[in-house]
Nanobody, 119 residues
Framework: QVHLVESGGGLVQAGGSLRLSCAAS????????MGWYRQAPGKEREFVAA????????YYADSVKGRFTISRDGAKNTVYLNMNNLKPEDTAVYYC????????????WGQGTQVTVSS
């Protein structure tokens, strides 16, 4: 069983930055493939970024490429999402997800953290 807890959300002006954290317990990150998703009001949950189990391969949605960075700290068993040059359309609840395989559906989800970007 893997437990995920997100933090770091908040209110920021357009052009600003935030760093989201996802603390994992129950398994070490080296055995997990991690991802970030987001859901805006009235919209479906969408993919944001992913980090393969190796920790060296990343994927990004086109809408965030060049602005967001996913990374992990093995010592803290925490995954991060650094978000720069935020835009109002980035406003959403951001969710951390974990899976045992790089290619299967995500097995575990966090509770989410709200990010609001004002114009």
């Amino acid at each position: 069983q893997v437990h995920l807890v997100e933090s770091g959300g908040g209110l920021v002006q357009a052009g600003g930055s935030l760093r989201l954290s996802c603390a994992a317990s129950g398994r070490t990150l080296s055995s997990l493939s991690m991802g970030w998703y987001r859901q805006a009001p009235g919209k479906e949950r969408e993919f944001v970024a992913a980090l393969r189990r190796s920790g060296s391969v990343t994927y990004y949605a086109d809408s965030v490429k060049g602005r967001f960075t996913i990374s992990r700290d093995g010592a803290k068993n925490t995954v991060y999402l650094n978000m720069n040059n935020l835009k109002p359309e980035d406003t959403a609840v951001y969710y951390c997800a974990a899976r045992y395989s790089d290619f299967n559906a995500y097995d575990y989800w966090g509770q989410g953290t709200q990010v609001t970007v004002s114009s």
